[in-house]
């Protein structure tokens, strides 16, 4: 197989994947952008907006959107920060803590049924072949820039 052809094939997985992912969150009503938010209160617990936009990687306002539509859909609430007036908290709503709960269970059960039957060894040379892949296409974008 010559580059293009692996090129293609890996776009065909990244098309799949995301395909999926997105139909998946999509019954939920999440995109992409908004499970991340999620896992992110997940992982770092109730945040300011001002701390979600830096650890997402957007503005403020932006933030202030997502968090408003992940409200209408009742995965996260907003309360008053306990030493800042000005702050308020989102944090995540009982409801998405349990969704999240069935993600991460999805998630293994997904990664269980894409590489259980490859040996400790193949996981870990495609883990390697994968993170090398990554380096590459991160440098690449960055030469871009």
Same mark, same amino acid.
């Given at each position: 197989?010559?580059?293009?052809?692996? $090129?293609?094939?890996? %776009?065909?997985? @990244?098309?799949?994947?995301? !395909?999926?992912?997105?139909?998946? *969150?999509?019954?939920? +009503?999440?995109?992409?952008?908004?499970?991340?938010?999620?896992?992110?209160?997940?992982?770092?617990?109730?945040?300011?907006?001002?701390? $979600?936009?830096?650890? %997402?990687?957007? @503005?403020?306002?932006?933030? !202030?959107?997502?968090?408003?539509? *992940?409200?209408?859909? +009742?995965?996260?609430?907003?309360?008053?920060?306990?030493?800042?007036?000005?702050?308020?908290?989102?944090?995540?709503?009982?409801?998405?803590?349990?969704?999240?709960?069935?993600?991460?269970?999805?998630?293994?059960?997904?990664?269980?049924?894409?590489?259980?039957?490859?040996?400790?060894?193949?996981?870990?040379?495609?883990?390697?072949?994968?993170?090398?892949?990554?380096?590459?296409?991160?440098?690449?974008?960055?030469?871009?820039?």
């Amino acid at each position: 197989m010559d580059s293009a052809e692996l $090129l293609d094939q890996l %776009l065909k997985v @990244t098309d799949t994947m995301s !395909t999926d992912m997105q139909g998946y *969150l999509h019954q939920y +009503g999440l995109s992409t952008v908004r499970a991340h938010v999620l896992w992110v209160l997940h992982n770092s617990g109730a945040s300011r907006q001002r701390d $979600l936009a830096v650890a %997402l990687g957007c @503005t403020p306002r932006h933030v !202030t959107t997502l968090v408003d539509e *992940l409200i209408a859909n +009742g995965h996260v609430t907003r309360s008053p920060h306990p030493d800042d007036r000005r702050a308020v908290l989102v944090e995540l709503t009982p409801q998405a803590t349990a969704l999240l709960g069935e993600m991460a269970a999805a998630r293994v059960q997904l990664a269980s049924d894409l590489f259980g039957h490859l040996s400790v060894s193949q996981r870990s040379e495609l883990g390697d072949r994968l993170a090398d892949l990554q380096l590459r296409i991160s440098t690449l974008i960055e030469e871009q820039f």
